[in-house]
């Protein structure tokens, strides 16, 4: 018999499911009446409570930490939210650790691994070009998601989970320019950034290249304020006023996130502009804003939930010595959206 | 003299922060001319880097565990972000544990507690509804955040940091009603939601009431579906589809969070009427899409930054004794957007 549920339960009496768990958890508002009988089916069902206080292994040192740099991007909330599922569902505890855009996650995570007796080290996000020695002083299983890795590291030395953040971006451009946009503007991230910005912005004037468009270095835009977050609706904002006021040419705007993209949409709607009537925008990341802004946003949709899904399978198969060190990359999607639009001399 | 920063260190090279950051870390790519030139800057200034390795309490007891209700709703990406660095900042590690939906919190507050040697614990959203002698099983000191507790629990067995989230849903509710609006849709959560869900739903009838109003039971909206999460853009989307089929005349909605009145925007778009237009939106939260959205949408802004700091404070004043209990009762702010205009009959 497959087990019953307190979703079960609560349609069997005919209430919602917090009806129930007041009734199991002895709350004092709850009608008497409703709660016998709920306890009646509780009984009759053999229904168990799932309750991971009962499941939490009694050891303190179940623990995997996340550590993250760029804490404030939003694509990461939804990885965040599978991690802490995930690793809970193994009864395991998730901790979660802040990385300094300046500091050496290694002898942070060396240092964490001993002080925690951690079993495992996600890193998410940032930029990972170690010395192979410094690798080597991380004894405990990890695996890096969602972020970059410097191509002079032999791939034997770590674990991963990326989509090709340079071929999904050399997609996107690819197809602005075969909408016939010429003039394209790219938001990247502050020109001395080394992760997937780097990669992003590599894609794009690739991309542009081999549709015969000279690559103009005052399309590509960025900011280099410590005080606005990279990736966000406000840097988008920003960075598309401040395009806007040059009076520089352009017909297209590619945003290397969605929300910087938001953020550029905003900008030209406060310009009186229209989106995708003046300027096309589009994003990537493929978060749930770039269905619902209005227009809907062209973005490369990342399969975050199965990255996160994997990054913890493979941090667990090494836990478990069923794998020594794997990588995965995945595919990510062009989802056409409204915010763009092919491109016709006026 | 004030101690000098990465960013003063990268401004006197005329570089950016990861490049001083590739330097100090020894990254294999930095070019070497600029490398000396960043360690002898370093040197002249006796820069030391702040390391956050290098700052962790050597024990590994310090730990605040965040317990949170409702981890998908956006509202709390914010509030985790200011506990993670509150947290971090006083040299404790953060460890996050998500409650079910029908979880006993104070029982697995209890286990964690002794499991991981907790220091203290922030209860993230939910409803407090214990008996006295449930509260008591907990040693630790705890602060519940932006949750909702019942009036039967004496204010002297815990600390809060709240919004009062009856009179903030009045004040909206109000505003619209001072516009004119009279058929007012509220977009809520599930009917026997007993957290901040049923205190919003009930300042929104007081304050119709207050207006001359009678609530029409027709135009209370919620989903209970257990598929869709409550709060979210896509509760607010599939909610006002549902109530446009219905063919009940109102001319606003108040959704009781940002990303469901996002979601309701996009119904509205989609079924070819317009917002304010045909339809003013309202939401509640302050969430940055709530500016950046098209329009701009009217909401009640939490001051979630203070909130947040406002707990972690409060905690650590009590793991330090200088206070035993504390409640704090933050207010919010109404700020009007462009998604909600005068009501005037056609």
Known sequence: M?????????????????????????????NEETKTKIMQVIKEYNYIPNNSARNLKRTESNTIAVLIKGITNPFFNNILKVFESEIQDRKYSFLLHRVEEHEDEIDLAVLLAKEKRLKGIVFLGGYFYHSIEKLKQLKVPFVLSTGGVS???????????????????????????????????IIS???????????????????????????????????????????????????????????EEFTAIYAISDSMAVGACKAIFESG???????????????????????????????????????????????????NKEHKTFDAELVIGQSTKEYKRK
């Open 189 to 247: 991230a502050p020109v001395d950034d080394e992760s997937i910005g780097k990669l992003r912005l590599r894609g794009f004037k690739q991309a542009l290249i081999d549709n015969n468009i000279t690559p103009n270095p005052n399309l590509v835009r960025y900011q280099v304020d410590d005080t606005l977050e990279t990736f966000s609706m406000k840097y988008g904002y920003e960075v598309t006023k401040e395009l806007l006021q040059t009076g």
């Open 2 to 30: 497959e087990s019953i549920t307190i979703k079960d339960i609560a349609k069997k009496c005919g209430v919602g499911v917090s009806t129930v768990s007041r009734a199991i958890n002895n709350h004092p508002d709850i």
């Open 151 to 185: 191509e002079k590291i032999d791939q034997k030395y770590y674990s991963s989970v990326m989509v090709d953040d340079y071929k999904e971006s050399y997609k996107m451009t690819d197809y602005l320019c075969k909408l016939g946009h010429k003039k394209i503007a």
């Open 273 to 323: 502009k229209k989106v995708p009537d003046d300027y096309s925008v589009a994003g990537f990341d493929g978060l749930d804003i770039s269905f619902y802004y209005h227009p809907s946003i062209t973005t490369i949709r990342q399969p975050a939930e199965e990255m996160s899904q994997e990054t913890i399978r493979i941090l667990f198969d090494i836990i478990d010595n069923k794998v």
